[in-house]
């Protein structure tokens, strides 16, 4: 077996080196509808107490932190609304005029509406998980949609969405793109693509194997690479609390993501609620998503509890444990929903890559690999005691111990009687998308923009998987807990109608739907300018290969800034309205009617198994990758194929 492995290695590398090659004098520039350099900007003062990685004691706020119900929003975020929801009326009323929609007056409509939350549209967008692939076909969504893009709010673009947005979601590879963000300032993906010199932020080019090159910002070489990854899990081991291969895999994200000396040990997820952006309502509600495992259990199913992290808390709508803790301090001991009062509070346990490598915990398996690198001895022995302390069948778990929801709820919380929380990776359960936090009556969101980059397919692209899940989900009387979500076709339906190709709508019509269900925008990864179906597992993109994959996203969030249709612009205005025209009474305006004929799941069923789906690219691609389709896509499978094998 052990040569067999080897060979797969030796193979692996070849293919990853071939499509090194084939890719890797492509465009070096891409289009200028993204090209907008920028330095890229520290985040603010780090916030752990012990000014490193490791959490650390101190003393309790005068009202002692406390496990809430998940009844009601919290108080937090209901106070943080109503700067946000105001905050949205100027760039929505930009957006809507933009979009021309014949016949309607937009600013007006707006105007009339601004102080009525319920009626004003509210937004959501949610970004799949996937690995790299995901994260950066879901950065061109976000700069197309970001105002702040240059040439996004010209003809056929669609800047203005994010500023419109009240919430922002990610999972998995997702959750590295909206945790990047969030961990720098809120910066727009062109920054973070162009960085800054001395920085690695969103250089891919070494996989975290090897670790970044940059000196400055970063460190000197990869024997300091791995020393800082040891040292630093090593200091929260020290200061007394289990850790998992997703510590060491969150500290080896955060040299890529976050734009900081040795990719910020002491920054929070938590202090995102400190950042001035955050503060004032400039900036959606970050929201990333994980999955629970039972005590005693390595299965994860559609019925495990869903939980997530925002700026002020960790927790669960779900019936299951239904509360939340207030995120920076859910390393303390909480008990039955309180600290004791002779026990002091702990911050710093929510360090920014620990919250990002939860969500995307099964990507641990590149780190498994790195015992057959030439590693220090040290880290090598901290790595396999770790395996070897939590077993085997943990490696793909995040350890969150002290339990913040120990002997809470115990009726109904499977984790309520164990001293560890245990979080997995949150696409785990067949949700890719993280639209959980996203349809919650308490949040009322009335459309969201579903990104989809997952690899559903036998060559790596989305079928609509996930909207089946998370609509199957909601169908479960014991989970659905008020949430509502429009009806689903089959995966079939979605290949044999084209639904997966280009944005599909589903719940166009509010009155069908069985409670307030948003309108869903899906949005799924195509071939526009790249063939973009990259294995989820490609450890590292060369700046061609980023820079493209972020343009293909852009095109698919602009349908080729309208070139495959003209009137997308208009329709997406129509997507944002939806849900508002139906509770004013407004009557639905004949271009809307035009875009909903042209774009809303129309009931059609076609679950004949289709053939192999390989989509032609949608516009002209780069030299990179358009000769041989054949070839490329078997490349592709054959690269995910063989460096699954080789995790595994």
Same mark, same amino acid.
């Given at each position: 077996?052990? +040569?067999?492995?080897?060979?797969?290695?030796? $193979?692996?590398?070849?293919?990853?080196?071939?499509?090194?090659?084939?890719?890797?004098?492509?465009?070096?520039?891409?289009?200028?509808? $993204?090209?907008?350099?920028?330095?890229?900007?520290?985040?603010?003062?780090?916030?752990?107490?012990? +000014?490193?990685?490791?959490?650390?004691?101190?003393?309790? !706020?005068?009202?002692?932190?406390?496990?809430?119900?998940?009844?009601?929003?919290?108080?937090?975020?209901?106070?943080?609304?109503?700067?946000?929801?105001?905050?949205?009326?100027?760039?929505?009323?930009?957006?809507?005029?933009?979009?021309?929609?014949?016949?309607?007056?937009?600013?007006?409509?707006?105007?009339?509406?601004?102080?009525?939350?319920?009626?004003?549209?509210?937004?959501?967008?949610?970004?799949?998980?996937?690995?790299?692939?995901?994260?950066?076909?879901?950065?061109?969504?976000?700069?197309?949609?970001?105002?702040?893009?240059?040439?996004?709010?010209?003809?056929?673009?669609?800047?203005?969405?994010?500023?419109?947005?009240?919430?922002?979601?990610?999972?998995?590879?997702?959750?590295?793109?909206?945790?990047?963000?969030?961990?720098?300032?809120?910066?727009?993906?062109?920054?973070?693509?162009?960085?800054? !010199?001395?920085?690695?932020?969103?250089?891919?080019?070494?996989?975290?194997?090897?670790?970044?090159?940059?000196?400055?910002?970063?460190?000197?070489?990869?024997?300091?690479?791995?020393?800082?990854?040891?040292?630093?899990?090593?200091?929260?081991?020290?200061?007394?609390?289990?850790?998992?291969? @997703?510590?060491?895999? +969150?500290?080896?994200?955060?040299?890529?993501?976050?734009?900081?000396?040795?990719?910020?040990?002491?920054?929070?997820?938590?202090?995102?609620?400190?950042?001035?952006?955050?503060?004032?309502?400039?900036?959606?509600?970050?929201?990333?998503?994980?999955?629970?495992?039972?005590?005693?259990?390595?299965?994860?199913?559609?019925?495990?509890?869903?939980?997530?992290?925002?700026?002020?808390?960790?927790?669960?709508?779900?019936?299951?444990?239904?509360?939340?803790? !207030?995120?920076?301090?859910?390393?303390?001991?909480?008990?039955?929903?309180?600290?004791?009062?002779?026990?002091?509070?702990?911050?710093?346990?929510?360090?920014? +890559?620990?919250?990002?490598?939860?969500?995307?915990?099964?990507?641990?398996?590149?780190?498994?690999?790195?015992?057959?690198?030439?590693?220090?001895?040290?880290?090598?022995?901290?790595?396999?005691?770790?395996?070897?302390?939590?077993?085997?069948?943990?490696?793909?778990?995040?350890?969150?111990?002290?339990?913040?929801?120990?002997?809470?709820?115990?009726?109904?919380?499977?984790?309520?009687?164990?001293?560890?929380?245990?979080?997995?990776?949150?696409?785990?359960?067949?949700?890719?998308?993280?639209?959980?936090?996203?349809?919650?009556?308490?949040?009322?969101?009335?459309?969201?923009?579903?990104?989809?980059?997952?690899?559903? @397919?036998?060559?790596?692209?989305?079928?609509?998987?996930?909207?089946?899940?998370?609509?199957?989900?909601?169908?479960?009387?014991?989970?659905?807990?008020?949430?509502?979500?429009?009806?689903?076709?089959?995966?079939? @339906?979605?290949?044999?109608?084209?639904?997966?190709?280009?944005?599909?709508?589903?719940?166009?019509?509010?009155?069908?739907?069985?409670?307030?269900?948003?309108?869903?925008?899906?949005?799924?990864?195509?071939?526009?300018?790249?063939?973009?179906?990259?294995?989820?597992?490609?450890?590292?993109?060369?700046?061609?290969?980023?820079?493209?994959?972020?343009?293909?996203?852009?095109?698919?969030?602009?349908?080729?800034?309208? @070139?495959?249709?003209?009137?997308?612009?208009?329709?997406?205005?129509?997507?944002?309205?939806?849900?508002?025209?139906?509770?004013?009474?407004?009557?639905?305006?004949?271009?809307?009617?035009?875009?909903?004929?042209?774009?809303?799941?129309?009931?059609?069923?076609?679950?004949?198994?289709?053939?192999?789906?390989?989509?032609?690219?949608?516009?002209?691609?780069?030299?990179?990758?358009?000769?041989?389709?054949?070839?490329?896509?078997?490349?592709?499978?054959?690269?995910?194929?063989?460096?699954?094998?080789?995790?595994?």
């Amino acid at each position: 077996m052990k +040569g067999t492995c080897g060979f797969l290695r030796s $193979i692996a590398a070849i293919t990853l080196c071939y499509l090194g090659m084939i890719l890797g004098n492509a465009f070096v520039e891409e289009d200028a509808a $993204i090209a907008l350099p920028v330095l890229a900007v520290k985040r603010g003062a780090p916030d752990s107490p012990t +000014g490193g990685y490791a959490p650390g004691n101190v003393d309790c !706020p005068s009202n002692r932190p406390i496990i809430r119900s998940a009844s009601a929003l919290s108080a937090n975020e209901t106070a943080w609304l109503s700067l946000r929801r105001n905050k949205t009326i100027a760039p929505m009323t930009s957006f809507l005029t933009r979009a021309k929609i014949s016949g309607f007056n937009a600013s007006e409509y707006i105007s009339r509406i601004a102080n009525d939350p319920a009626a004003l549209p509210n937004i959501g967008i949610a970004i799949s998980g996937g690995g790299y692939r995901a994260m950066l076909n879901g950065a061109g969504f976000i700069a197309a949609a970001d105002s702040r893009t240059e040439n996004s709010t010209n003809a056929g673009g669609i800047g203005g969405l994010l500023q419109s947005a009240t919430y922002l979601s990610g999972l998995s590879g997702g959750a590295w793109l909206v945790g990047s963000l969030y961990a720098n300032n809120f910066s727009t993906v062109t920054t973070l693509r162009d960085g800054s !010199p001395g920085s690695s932020v969103w250089q891919f080019e070494n996989s975290i194997l090897k670790g970044p090159e940059s000196s400055g910002l970063s460190i000197a070489n990869t024997a300091d690479y791995y020393n800082i990854l040891e040292a630093d899990v090593g200091s929260k081991a020290d200061a007394g609390y289990e850790t998992s291969i @997703t510590d060491y895999w +969150g500290r080896a994200l955060s040299f890529q993501l976050v734009n900081a000396s040795s990719g910020g040990p002491a920054y929070s997820f938590s202090s995102t609620a400190l950042d001035e952006s955050f503060l004032t309502g400039e900036s959606p509600f970050p929201v990333l998503v994980a999955d629970a495992r039972a005590p005693g259990t390595t299965i994860i199913s559609l019925n495990s509890t869903v939980y997530e992290f925002n700026p002020f808390e960790l927790g669960s709508w779900d019936p299951t444990t239904y509360g939340f803790a !207030p995120l920076r301090y859910i390393g303390s001991s909480f008990s039955g929903g309180f600290i004791p009062l002779n026990v002091t509070c702990v911050r710093g346990f929510d360090q920014v +890559g620990f919250v990002m490598g939860t969500s995307s915990s099964l990507f641990n398996q590149f780190l498994l690999q790195i015992n057959s690198t030439d590693i220090p001895d040290k880290l090598n022995h901290a790595l396999t005691s770790t395996l070897e302390r939590i077993g085997s069948n943990e490696n793909d778990v995040s350890l969150f111990k002290p339990n913040p929801f120990f002997g809470y709820n115990n009726n109904t919380n499977e984790n309520a009687q164990s001293t560890q929380l245990t979080l997995v990776d949150g696409g785990e359960d067949g949700q890719n998308i993280p639209l959980s936090p996203l349809i919650q009556p308490f949040r009322a969101v009335d459309v969201i923009f579903a990104v989809d980059s997952s690899a559903d @397919t036998a060559f790596f692209w989305p079928n609509g998987t996930s909207l089946v899940a998370t609509y199957r989900r909601s169908l479960n009387i014991t989970l659905e807990n008020g949430t509502a979500f429009p009806a689903i076709p089959d995966q079939n @339906t979605f290949v044999n109608l084209g639904l997966n190709k280009r944005p599909s709508f589903f719940g166009c019509d509010a009155s069908n739907l069985t409670g307030e269900a948003p309108l869903i925008v899906y949005v799924p990864n195509a071939p526009y300018t790249i063939y973009s179906n990259f294995s989820t597992f490609k450890p590292d993109y060369n700046n061609t290969e980023r820079n493209l994959m972020i343009q293909n996203g852009y095109d698919v969030a602009t349908m080729g800034n309208g @070139t495959v249709d003209s009137e997308w612009l208009t329709c997406v205005g129509c997507a944002l309205l939806s849900r508002s025209f139906t509770k004013t009474g407004t009557e639905v305006p004949a271009a809307c009617i035009t875009c909903f004929d042209r774009y809303c799941w129309n009931g059609t069923v076609n679950s004949t198994l289709p053939i192999s789906y390989e989509p032609e690219a949608m516009l002209q691609t780069s030299a990179a990758n358009s000769g041989d389709c054949i070839n490329r896509g078997f490349m592709v499978a054959v690269l995910g194929v063989l460096f699954t094998l080789v995790i595994l």
